[in-house]
């Protein structure tokens, strides 16, 4: 029987693989790759040369069978995800518990992780956080889904997509309040960029984004204003409405509830462009 090597790659930066991954791939007897477009630019740098299959979320169903088969009869297989470690937000999950199941032995090879990279530079407490993946792409799913973490006192970490990037800030700001934040774009790659600031300040601040992104915030601190800004959002709407110009609606709200007339006057901005 074979054995499953789970082997973390790098995410951006191609040096940063650790000396066991190279000596592993070169070892294995297939090498399973989620990209494998992405997987032989890695392999070409380090004079790797051996067998390399596709395993990806479109032919995991099929491929699954055929993988515990040739973990069973034939030997090793070094698997890989397009970026980081392998069953984070990846194919990987299925085939690692298949083996599991089939007592075939599994060896975690550790290494870069989009997550763990942007936390340990957020500037965020890192003793406690939540991890929750990819937000979801409609609105009221996402919003549903942040409303549950709003007394939630770890750091959340989550991943989003440049086109959803605007969209997401903006329901954390709703749902979350105006918290600190570090967003990560293009992390060790050539036009990596770390923004640390409020969730309104990062919507300022990345007009245009561009690349792939991993947010941090900051957990509940008992002091958020989520119901103010759930409120100041409502007051807005309503006050459009009635015909009122941004100038007085804004300083109307901003005197019920306390929020800056900066933050409300992004809210009509945002309200004006998602009618």
């Known amino acids: 029987m074979g054995t499953l090597y789970v082997i973390a790659t790098p995410i951006g930066n191609l040096e940063d693989i650790t000396l066991r991954g190279i000596r592993l791939l070169k070892e294995v007897d297939l090498i399973a790759a989620e990209d494998t477009r992405k997987a032989r630019i890695l392999l070409k740098k380090y ?10 979320e479109q032919n995991k169903v099929n491929k699954l069978p055929h993988m515990i088969r040739f973990l069973k009869e034939k030997g090793n297989i070094g698997l890989i995800s397009e970026a980081g470690t392998p069953g984070i937000n990846d194919p990987g999950y299925e085939l690692i518990n298949a083996a599991i199941l089939e007592e075939i032995p599994i060896v975690p090879v550790p290494g870069p992780s989009a997550p763990i990279t942007a936390l340990s530079v957020s500037g965020l407490p890192t003793d406690q956080f939540i991890y929750i993946g990819y937000l979801p792409r409609r609105t009221n799913e996402r919003r549903k889904l942040l409303q549950s973490f709003c007394s939630e006192h770890r750091t959340i970490v989550c ?4 086109h959803r990037l605007h969209a997401a800030l903006a329901d954390i700001a709703a749902t979350l309040g105006n918290r600190k934040t570090a967003v990560h774009r293009e ?3 050539l036009h990596e960029e770390i923004f640390r600031g409020t969730v309104q300040q990062s919507l300022e601040h990345f007009t245009q984004p561009k690349g792939e992104f991993t947010i941090v ?5 008992g002091s958020d ?3 103010d800004t759930l409120r100041a959002e409502e007051l807005l709407k309503k006050m459009r409405s009635r ?15 306390g929020l800056s007339r900066k933050e409300l006057y992004g809210m009509w901005l945002r309200q004006l462009k998602t009618k």
């Open 243 to 257: 015909g009122y110009s941004a100038k007085d609606a804004v300083t109307k709200v901003s005197e019920a509830t």
């Open 217 to 221: 915030l900051e957990g509940s601190t």
């Open 159 to 162: 991943l989003e997509t440049p």
């Open 47 to 56: 004079d790797i040369s051996n067998r390399l299959t596709s395993y990806h």
């Open 187 to 189: 992390l060790t790659k």
């Open 225 to 227: 204003t989520v119901e």
